[in-house]
């Protein structure tokens, strides 16, 4: 980065983003320990033998996020109209002013005054205020969930791992700091004012008086889930803070449930969007085919010609391929044609070099059942190397001979005869997956290559010797099928 400012913190750095995946961890540890400490220190006013310091962790947190405040004021950002890297130290300290640092000043330097000094204050109001304003700290969970696709997007997490991700971390975020809100504000509330006895934090206080800080945390757990799911206003909430409290979690849990249908459904969306757009594009094949009045067996074959290449789901491969750069482009070439030629007997003799020179010169074609490849008495130009298949080889009489499978390749007979012409009928038993290359190619890249010549020429000269046997004795079966009938 070309900056007159060497202090400046360039936003896509290593070190930012070392400091991003400890910032993440640290705001997870804060919002589970702030709203504990929070119901920690009014459990301990009401029965002090309940009390847990959480003091030294509390330090610990916020004293990192004074920390962040710090490189806040010294990490460039990216322009959002622009997408220009801004490192002015003026424009960075504006933007920051303007958005979280208010919040970020007021959570935690209270909090750390809270966790040196907190047995030392008399005054219980003042104790209480900069408990709530420790719980400022919840604005930051923007900027928590922001850095979850960040995250998810530099180990490449799934989409739907990381839709499913959000919607637990922000699950967990509203009821734990619900259970927090809902006895801690009425708590303050009540003790600012005047203690009202009808309360629902006093009977709370007469029934668990001596119970742990877990027994208070899991009533006002189930009193959040009870008010935000199923909207219940209803019970001991006759003060004023208790009916507040109780209509906006009511309030909260209907903007709870809609966000998570939501999410759930975009989910969904997301696992089915290829099949959806398959099916699309099915039916305006079907539509096309009606259209032209297509016999029922090339409808069937299209249809099936399309399976196969989809799979059952959509996708735009010219638009995939032409967004790609050329080299990549290339590598996926080379890795489709490299795992063909791995199964090709006759040329692992060649050397690697020779091989990938060879590649720019294969043409790929597919095959349907049934479809003739070859035709017996025809001139041959090409080479054939079966990568995906099944393929019937057939004399000219029509007597199967044998079957080629992965691996396997034909047409390297026409080399052999003066006329070029091939000798048998090759079908397609399955979808194939070909790979062709002129006679000429082929033979210019085995010129050099005398030990895989000879073992390509001995094993032409063996199926001609093999094929002629064959036809021959068929041949003759046939002629005294004829002769006898």
Same mark, same amino acid.
């Given at each position: 980065m070309d900056s007159p400012h060497w202090y400046i913190i360039h936003p896509f750095s290593n070190f930012r983003y070392n400091w991003d995946n400890l910032m993440l961890l640290v705001y997870t540890a804060?919002?589970?320990?702030?709203?504990?400490?929070?119901?920690? &220190?009014? @459990?301990? $006013?009401?029965?002090?033998?309940?009390?847990?310091?959480?003091?030294?962790?509390?330090?610990?947190?916020?004293s990192i996020f004074i920390l962040d405040i710090l490189f806040n004021f010294l990490t460039g950002y990216s322009h959002k109209r622009t997408r220009k890297i801004i490192t002015h130290p003026g424009k960075i300290v504006k933007k920051y002013l303007m958005g979280y640092f208010f919040f970020d000043i007021l959570s935690s330097v209270p909090a750390i005054v809270n966790s040196c000094f907190i047995y030392h204050i008399n005054g219980r109001p003042l104790v209480e205020t900069m408990l709530i304003l420790n719980l400022l700290k919840i604005v930051r969970i923007k900027t928590y969930m922001d850095y &979850?696709? @960040?995250? $998810?997007?530099?180990?490449n997490t799934n989409y739907v791992l990381y839709k499913l991700l959000r919607m637990t971390v922000i699950s967990v975020m509203f009821f734990y700091w619900g259970a927090c809100l809902v006895f801690v504000l009425p708590f303050f509330f009540e003790n600012i004012t005047a203690y009202s006895f009808n309360s629902?934090?006093?009977?709370?206080?007469?029934?668990?008086?001596?119970?742990?800080?877990?027994?208070?945390?899991?009533?006002?757990?189930?009193?959040?889930?009870?008010?935000?799911?199923?909207?219940?206003?209803?019970?001991?909430?006759?003060?004023?803070s208790d009916l507040v409290m109780a209509a906006s979690f009511a309030i909260l849990g209907i903007l709870y449930r809609s966000y998570m249908f939501i999410e759930f459904l975009d989910m969904i969306r997301s696992l089915f969007e290829p099949e959806t757009k398959y099916d699309e594009f099915v039916t305006q094949l079907e539509d096309y085919m009606r259209h032209d009045q297509m016999p029922a067996n090339i409808q069937k074959r299209l249809k099936l010609f399309y399976k196969d290449r989809f799979q059952g789901t959509y996708f735009k491969e010219s638009a995939i391929m032409s967004s790609l750069s050329d080299e990549l482009r290339k590598e996926i070439i080379c890795y489709e044609c490299k795992r063909m030629m791995s199964k090709v007997k006759i040329l692992n003799s060649i050397s690697s070099v020779r091989l990938m020179e060879m590649i720019k010169y294969f043409v790929q074609q597919v095959y349907l059942p049934g479809d003739l490849i070859c035709k017996a008495g025809t001139i041959e130009?090409?080479?054939?190397?079966?990568?995906?298949?099944?393929?019937?080889?057939?004399?000219?009489?029509?007597?199967?001979?044998?079957?080629?499978?992965?691996?396997?390749?034909?047409?390297?007979?026409?080399?052999?005869?003066?006329?070029?012409?091939?000798?048998?009928?090759?079908v397609a038993i399955e979808i194939c997956n070909v790979y062709i290359m002129e006679h000429a190619i082929f033979s210019y890249f085995f010129a050099n290559e005398p030990e895989a010549t000879e073992k390509l020429l001995e094993c032409a000269r063996k199926r001609i010797r093999e094929t002629k046997a064959i036809d021959a004795q068929h041949r003759k079966t046939l002629d005294l099928k004829s002769s006898v009938g």
């Open positions: 804060a919002f589970f320990i702030i709203p504990a400490d929070c119901i920690n &220190i009014f @459990v301990a $006013s009401l029965n002090p033998n309940n009390f847990i310091n959480y003091s030294p962790y509390i330090f610990i947190v916020h &979850i696709p @960040v995250y $998810s997007h530099r180990h629902w934090i006093h009977f709370v206080q007469l029934e668990l008086q001596d119970d742990s800080l877990l027994e208070y945390f899991t009533i006002c757990l189930v009193k959040v889930i009870t008010l935000s799911l199923a909207c219940s206003v209803k019970g001991r909430a006759e003060t004023a130009k090409h080479i054939y190397f079966l990568s995906r298949g099944t393929v019937a080889v057939y004399s000219i009489s029509g007597k199967e001979i044998c079957h080629l499978y992965d691996g396997d390749y034909f047409g390297e007979i026409a080399l052999l005869t003066a006329d070029r012409k091939i000798t048998v009928n090759l």
